[in-house]
Structures are given as C-alpha cells and as structure tokens.
C-alpha cells in the first residue's frame, strides 16, 4: 500500500499542474466575461469607424477593465511576450483615440485582436 501511494501521489500531482498549465484555452474560449474582449473591440472599431471618440475611450476603458481580469486567468498558459504586447497595443490605441486619429487606431485595434487569437493557439 505504501508503495503504490508513493507511485500515485506524484503521478497524481504532476496531472493536476499539467492540466492547470495547459488549460488556459479552456480559461479564454468559456465564460461570459472571456467574449466581452471581443465585443468590446469590435464596438470601438465601429466608434472609431464612425468618429464617436467619447464613446471609444469609455470602451477602451472597459477594454482595459476586462484585460485586467484576464491576465490572472492566462497567465499561466500564454507568453509574456504576447501579454506584454496587448499591453503596449493598449497603450498606442488610448494614446490614437486620444488624439483622434483613425489611421492610427484601427492598425493598433486590429493588432491588439490579433494578439487576443493567438493567446487561443
């Protein structure tokens, strides 16, 4: 019996670790505050589309809000590198909505979708 403890217990807890560093897809595709990054992107690409300003930095504010709450969520599973670079795309677009400049903003929103995909893959 003693053995087979000996055996089971670390089998047991290395799964558990291997199953929290490889779930993080599962922790960014379920709930429902995962699609509020999505939705919110696409509302301030429409804001911008349409020069509504007051209204993309309200929603870049709830953008950040929702980033925030995710960070913990995926932090073990995606790269520093691709969080460090929704940071910094957050940063350029506050910093193009600010100044109102559509050229600038909608490469960084579609930059930032596009580092929200690959934190899935």
């Known amino acids: 019996m003693n053995k087979i403890a000996s055996y089971l217990i670390p089998a047991v807890t290395l799964?558990?670790?291997v199953m929290i560093m490889q779930g993080g897809y599962y922790y960014i595709s379920s709930g429902?505050?995962?699609h509020d990054f999505n939705r919110y992107v696409n509302q301030i690409e429409n804001e911008i589309k349409s020069s509504q300003w007051d209204m993309a930095r309200k929603d870049l504010q709830s953008l950040d809000s929702v980033w925030k709450k995710e960070i913990p969520r995926i932090q073990f599973h995606a790269e520093m590198d691709e969080i460090d670079s929704i940071k910094a795309d957050l940063a350029r677009l506050s910093g193009s909505?600010?100044?109102e400049d559509p050229e600038g903003a909608l490469p960084e929103l579609r930059e930032l979708a596009e580092h929200w995909e690959n934190l899935k893959n």
């Open 15 to 17: 799964a558990v670790f």
């Open 97 to 99: 909505i600010d100044v």
């Open 32 to 34: 429902t505050d995962r």
